[in-house]
Structure formats: C-alpha cells, structure tokens
C-alpha cells in the first residue's frame, strides 16, 4: 500500500485573530510545519465589530450569524479583506507562501443556500463541494492555500459559511490524496469536562464519548457543532482530528483533546 | 523565432466597478476573451464611500490618496473584499476560472513603502518586483488572476498601489513570456483632445505626441500618469497598448486610443 504524504489542515478562530500577538506567535509557528499545510479562518468578532460602526445590526441565532445582504458585505470585507489578507501578509513574512482564498476564487469551495426552515440564515451557505485537484495543484507549486470563510454557487452569490465546517470539509476532501490531520485551533487546552476549569481537559472522545457528552448536555452549545465537524470528518477520509490551544503548533505534547471514532 | 502565445492584461477602474450592469456587461465579454488574460481593478470610490461611512477622512494629493494606518485598512477590506471577490463571484458565474489576488499572495508583486519627500502617501507601495513565474503557472492551469490594487513588503506590511501601474508592471513582467496586450479600460471613448468633446478621441499617440500634449498641458492631470504607465509598458516588453471604452473588450474596431513608442 502507497503511504500517502502527510498533510496539515488547521484552523483559527476569533480569540488568535483579535490577538496581534497571539497571531504573529501563531503564523511563525504554523510557517515552520514541515510539508503541505493549509489554513482557515473564521473572524466572526471582527465582522461585528465592523457592523457596530457601521450601524449595521447583528443578529445571531445558536451562535450563527443572520447574514443580510448588508452583513454579508461586511463579512465578505472583513474575512476575505482584512483578516485574510493580514494573515497572508503575515506568512509570507515567515517566508510561507501564502495564498488567501474564498470558495469562489478557484472555483474551490461551493456551497447550497441554506433553506429557510425554522429560521432563515440569509446568504449562509452549507458546503456541497471542494474542487481538491485545484488545492492538491496548489499544494504541489509549493504554496500554502489561507481560506476564510466564504464561499459561493457559482452563480455570482457569495456566501457566509462556518469557519469550522470549511475546515471539515477541506479535511475531508483532501483526504482522497493525503494523510491529514485536521486541527481546530482555539484558546482553551481542549474540550473541557468543567467549562469553569480550564483544566478539565477530555484528552479523548470517542463517538460514544460524545453521545454521552451530547445526552448528558455536559458540554457547551458553542463545543457541539464543532465536535460534529470533528466527527464528520473522521467518518470521511481524515486520520487524526484534534481541538488544542494554538502551542500544541509547536508542541503536541501539551494536555489536547484527540477525536477518535 | 518562436511566436509567443497572446496574453490580455485588462484594467478596469471605478466606474465600472460601480455600476452593476457595467460590470456584469464586462464581465460576460471578458470572459469570452480566448486565450490566457489578467483582471486589475481599481477601487477608489468605494473605498472613500467606506471611509466615510466609518468617520474616516479621506485626503487625495494629485488624485492619489494619503494612505493612513485606518485608510489602509479601509482599501484592504474595500479592494481585496468586497471588490475582489464580488468580481471573481462575477466571472466564475461566466465561467471564467478566477482568482482573486492581491501582491502579498503567492508574494506575487513585492512593493517597497514610497519615501516621504514632498508628501508623505503613508502605506502606498512602489512596485519593483512582479513574481511573473507562479503568475504564469496560474494560467498555465487555466486560472485567470484578478489582481486588486494591493500589494506587500515581503515583511508583513501591506501597501495601496496605483491600479494604473500595477497593470503596467504585471504586464510588462508578463511579456518575457507573452505576447502582451494591455487595455485600460475606462468610462470615456479614449484619451480626448477637448475633455469637453467626448468624441474628439486621438487615435494613436506616440512617445513625440505624448511629449507634445504634456507640454501644452492639452490632457488632464488624471491622464498624465496613465499615459506614463502606458510608455513604461511599450519600452518594457508590451506589443500594444489602447485606452478605450469598456465595449472595445468585445469590439476592436471601435474609435479608441492606440499608444505606441
């Protein structure tokens, strides 16, 4: 059997990116991973921050944005604009080539408008496909693909998607060539047992682990969706899937939590 | 001698980009253009639009701007957010393979921050390199490189730069490769003798009749710099350079301007 090249997909979100210092930190040590690695990024406070100036209203249902035509702007200025463009700038720095991206350009990310059920999301779109030969081509020319998180139908509409399932699902696609690990990236040690100790790590969680965890409602609304991203994944084509502060980077020896199915 | 293949290096500016049936007009004839091609463009209404949303002030010395710290971000989120990705949304609908770029990805055009002499332009970066190798292996994979007027330092630092020169540089890197066409493409019918006169159009200009009209200072202060990138290009490795309407992308036999040394 063929060992396939190991691939790095990770992802940062708000609590790095508001963080200059944190950031800087966190781009030189991902420019020192060795071999293809591709990042993503969410910026959510950064959007609301933009909307609060601009007089805009945000309007958030179970921690997901409510994206007008009007905030959808805003979004697509501050993730594709900004942040992306900084964290680009950043890497390139730290001498990785760098390439920031939304699912439109490249064709590489598109996604389905979700339908208004329950509640209507607006210009939020649920991933559908990852054009993976494009990135795999990316990869080979030696270039590190930055995505934030927008995508697109390919009929001219731009779409606000989770930062988390972009993540998933790049693992998850890529997994077709590589051998990938996906990392979610954030400021806590992992998924916690007590959301008051930031101590209380769950070093391991097994798909029966997280049934638990979910009935028992002993983990927070925000941790949910991420988990299912988590495990989606898994049940794809990615091998190792870990939530860790931004250090296990460098050190992946620190206390983390390690998704298994 | 080996025939070089032909390579489109188009330039779109403001009132274009702000018009929504102009642009998508533009859009669908550019993407029926056969051939490798490259998208710049401008920006520069929506970013004062923008700046004066957030209480942001916005001084322009000789039709450039002063780039503040807050400005720039400003022409960051503007340009390489909204703009850019409103395009590349644009022409993957045409299905037109775009990809939205500014200097810092792939660190594909490196500027160094213009000197404070007379005015201070704050974060305004002056070209000297275009990275025309990863550019030619984009359309070498049928990717169409839509570049916004933004460029970096290779150390993290973001600059604003003149859209005008930026197709000028790109396409005059381009030309080792190619055989380049550059097009600036604008609201008016080319360069007017009368800028009362909207049909009084000159035909062909040379590097003589460039010096003859700056002299008698017979076209506007906002030509001046065009024209300028237009010869820089012509006495790098450009074949033809014109400066017409929007509607000569689909029809060349249009009255226009055709530069030449």
């Not at 930031?198 to 798909?207: M, T």
């Amino acid at each position: 059997m063929e060992t396939k090249q190991k691939l790095l997909v990770a992802k940062i979100g708000g609590n790095i990116i508001e963080d200059k210092n944190a950031l800087d930190s966190f781009l030189k040590d991902f420019s020192k991973v060795e071999g293809p690695r591709i990042l993503i990024h969410g910026g959510g406070k950064s959007a609301t921050k933009l909307a609060s100036r601009l007089g805009v209203r945000t309007e958030m249902i179970d921690g997901r944005r409510i994206t007008s035509a009007e905030n959808l702007e805003i979004v697509v200025m501050t993730y594709a604009g900004l942040l992306n463009k900084t964290i680009v700038a950043g890497l390139q720095k730290n001498n990785c080539n760098a390439l920031g991206l939304t699912g439109a350009d490249a064709n590489l990310i598109v996604a389905d408008k979700r339908p208004a059920q329950f509640v209507d999301y607006g210009y939020v779109g649920d991933v559908t496909s990852v054009n993976s030969k494009t990135l795999k081509g990316f990869l080979e020319l030696g270039i590190t693909p930055v995505f934030c998180a927008v995508t697109h139908d390919t009929n001219g509409q731009l779409f606000n998607t989770n930062a988390d399932t972009i993540a998933s699902e790049i693992a998850s696609a890529m997994g077709a060539y590589y051998d990938v690990s996906l990392f979610y990236c954030f400021e806590l040690k992992g998924v916690l047992e007590n959301i008051e100790d930031k101590d209380s790590v769950i070093e391991y969680i097994n798909l029966e682990k997280y049934s638990e965890l979910r009935d028992a409602e002993a983990i927070s609304d925000g941790m949910l969706p991420k988990l299912k991203n988590c495990f989606d994944a898994l049940q794809k084509d990615v091998s190792k899937v870990h939530i860790a502060n931004a250090d296990f980077i460098k050190d992946n020896t620190i206390k983390h939590t390690t998704l298994s199915l």
